[in-house]
């Protein structure tokens, strides 16, 4: 369960601390995202313990946070879920959809063109041997014409 991603948006957070800004910059298009292998409430086969306490009050999301240089549309397929799309301003935002078991995919796209795109390393599952409710945690950053493979997962600019 890779947590690397999260490093890339410490990252404009730190630099502002450091230089002593109100708030961060972002100097490069990056999706940052971050879900639970499975739904709360799925019971797992072989665990000999419960479910952790509090586990009930979990919401069963998708969280993604864009980076933007600006504006664009951030479109989450979660599972089977049908397509969300969220206008996202540029700076940093951290949005949520609704968990849908199955791949998880993630797309920004600006001015009618896709910009960043990809599917996260690790599917939502219905079933589980162990209760695991830790994060899996992936990332990509844009840049001129290349294609990055970010922490946990792999996302194409274009």
């Not at 630099?15 to 800004?21: E, F, H, L, M, Q």
């Not at 910059?25 to 292998?37: C, K, M």
Request: proline share 6%.
């Amino acid at each position: 369960m890779p947590h690397d991603g999260w490093r890339n948006l410490f990252k404009p957070y730190i630099a502002a601390y450091k230089s002593g800004a109100k708030t961060p910059t972002v100097e490069a298009d990056e999706v940052v995202y971050w879900y639970r292998p499975t739904p709360k409430g799925i019971v797992c086969t072989g665990d000999t313990l419960s479910a952790p306490m509090g586990a009930d009050m979990l919401s069963d999301s998708i969280f993604v946070a864009t980076m933007l240089t600006s504006p664009g549309t951030l479109t989450v397929q979660s599972g089977n879920n049908a397509p969300v799309d969220i206008e996202v301003p540029a700076g940093i935002v951290t949005s949520n959809v609704t968990m849908g078991v199955g791949a998880q995919s993630f797309k920004v796209a600006r001015d009618g063109q896709t910009i960043l795109s990809g599917q996260g390393g690790l599917d939502v599952k219905d079933s589980c041997v162990h209760y695991n409710f830790n994060v899996y945690v992936g990332s990509t950053k844009g840049g001129a014409g290349s294609n990055t493979t970010g922490a946990g997962g792999s996302m194409s600019y274009y």
